[in-house]
């Protein structure tokens, strides 16, 4: 089975600062990891996908994400912090290979203090 | 491509109505899934197709709940029964399975939020 725990459901940063959101998971195969951004009453976007190539993975909107299979992390970064990134942030997990369900974490809300 | 697309993007229905939700894929694309999410949680995964056929059901999804996808296009998604435990936002998503770089990516639509009194 596979599951994501994403610490911190509420982080704050400054316009400008660094943004780091933590994200762990839990798989039995090798995991394909996604992270997604929901704006509010909106569906969600996929920010960007690890799928076993490249460990440093780059999104859009500057963002990007390290697999770490030592650490069974996926953390998403963004050096500066722009006012719209404000949003929530989910991290999930697929066993890929025609079982392609997501498995999501509970969401980290990321607040942008001007 | 215009995106996934759900109607009706709200509802609200009284408790031991039926309701029913339908889903339009990004054209072209095989796979289709259903997702549930509750207020502060991420959505949980409820069931999903390729083409028509009905491959996996979470347990999630009680006999009141019934989805179909008849021609491989859009699905529609049943409750019947309804009860306010089942207050939610019903995401639909769709993904290729022929394009390799795009493989495993889902594209979101932008919901249906169910409102049970």
């Known amino acids: 089975a596979q599951s994501v725990t994403q610490l911190g459901s509420h982080v704050s940063v400054s316009e400008g600062a660094l943004v780091l959101l933590r994200c762990n998971y839990s798989?039995?195969?090798?995991?394909?990891l996604f992270w997604y951004v929901q704006y509010p009453n909106q569906g969600l976007q996929l920010l960007l996908k690890y799928t076993s190539a490249a460990t440093l993975v780059k999104g859009i909107n500057g963002f990007e994400a390290e697999f770490k299979k030592s650490e069974t992390s996926f953390h998403l970064t963004k050096p500066s912090a722009h006012m719209s990134d404000a949003a929530e942030y989910f991290c999930a997990v697929s066993e890929g290979f025609g079982n392609e369900k997501l498995t999501f974490g509970t969401g980290t809300r990321l607040t942008i203090i001007p | 491509d215009t995106g996934v697309s759900q109607n009706p993007r709200h509802k609200i229905t009284k408790r031991g109505q039926n309701v029913t939700f339908r889903c339009d894929p990004i054209?072209?694309?095989?796979?289709l899934y259903w997702y549930r999410q509750t207020l502060g949680q991420g959505p949980e995964f409820l069931t999903y197709?390729?083409?028509?056929?009905?491959?996996?059901k979470s347990r999630l999804l009680s006999d009141r709940f019934s989805a179909e996808r008849p021609k491989g296009s859009f699905s529609t998604l049943e409750i019947q029964r309804t009860e306010q435990g089942d207050s939610a936002m019903y995401l639909c998503?769709?993904?290729?399975?022929?394009?390799?770089?795009?493989?495993?990516?889902?594209?979101f639509g932008p919901g249906t939020r169910l409102t049970v009194t």
């Open positions: 054209s072209e694309h095989n796979r």
């Open positions: 798989s039995s195969v090798p995991p394909y």
């Open positions: 197709f390729q083409n028509e056929a009905q491959l996996e």
């Open positions: 998503a769709s993904s290729p399975s022929r394009v390799a770089l795009k493989k495993n990516e889902q594209y």
